[in-house]
Nanobody, 118 residues
């Protein structure tokens, strides 16, 4: 079992940047694939990016170029750097984790609100 706690959300003007953090506790951090999702009001939760134990990453098409996922194994923390933010990036951002062979994202954080003003 792993517990995930996100932080770093807030209100930012369009064009600004934010870095979200997700601190993991419980089992060995590097056992998991870590990911970020987001959910805008009235919409489904969308995959944004993931990062594997070896450091390889995958991004949703909309996230390429403006969002960067990274992790610090020593701190058991995964990050999401968000640049050139747009009002349509307004959403609750969630951290998730799963074992590499799992087919579903098993563990979720509580989410952190990001609001981008125009």
């Amino acid at each position: 079992q792993v517990q995930l706690v996100e932080s770093g959300g807030g209100l930012v003007q369009a064009g600004g940047s934010l870095r979200l953090s997700c601190a993991a506790s419980g089992r060995t951090f590097n056992d998991y694939v870590m990911a970020w999702f987001r959910q805008a009001p009235g919409k489904e939760r969308d995959f944004l990016a993931d990062i594997w134990s070896g450091g390889s990453t995958n991004y949703a098409n909309f996230a390429k170029g403006r969002f960067t996922i990274s992790k610090d194994n020593a701190k058991n923390t995964v990050y999401l750097q968000m640049n050139s933010l747009k009002p349509e990036d307004t959403a609750v951002y969630y951290c998730a984790a799963r074992f590499a062979k799992a087919t579903k994202w098993e563990f979720w954080g509580q989410g952190t609100q990001v609001t981008v003003s125009s």
